[in-house]
């Protein structure tokens, strides 16, 4: 038996027993699928717990459902966090789909001394990458979606990391950095929240990556090659992924 079409949901759709859908979920369920009443779908709140729901009533403003049973789905840990210096052109696109695809909890966009592109529109540049991150999510059948931040400048994001939570760890990708990043993985094998910075293109400037040194960031290389920035994110989450995932 084939697996029910899966979507995300907020909170506030969830009334007792039942789940309301709207906006671009309805066309997708009742135009492209060509879903009924009495077909069933499966629906993530995106904080774990999924529903498994039957359709009650179709409309165009919205599809009504019926609650038939949940699960709860556990979070994985520790939690990554990508703080992603701006890139030119849409390659943020791919680094927020693939960030997501490979378990990042959150994506922050950081404006670095070396960053090229100008960010204009930025509230609208932020939903689209939510937007991005939360169809990466559905396709690849994850219970939460990452929450990407609004465009951070670098310092200030740093000065937010000072002094770091408990039980986190903080890394900084650098191509002057000699440890190989498994050493330090090894070292924390039970380490509930990672932070990792990787700089746009040309990477971070030395006063840059003195100042992350400075408030707790280690210097780890992902290899003898010099990756470019949305290899570099891949890489370096694929790496935390088959450590600890």
Known sequence: MSRPP???????????????????????IATVLRMQTGDELLLCDGEGTEYKVKITRVERSGITTEITG??????RYPRLTLGQGLPKSDKMDLIVQKATELGAAGIVPLVTERTIVKVRDEEKRTARWQKIAKEAAMQSNRPDIPKVLSIRRFDDYLRAQDPPRAGTLLLLPWEEGTEPVKNVLRRNPAIQNIVVLIGPEGGFSTTEAESAKTRGFHPVSLGPNILRTETAAIAVLGMLGYEYF
């Open 70 to 75: 949940q699960s709860k789905q556990e979070l």
């Open 6 to 28: 899966r979507f995300f949901i907020s909170l506030d759709q969830i009334s007792g027993p039942h789940i309301s859908i709207v906006g671009e979920d309805v066309r997708h």
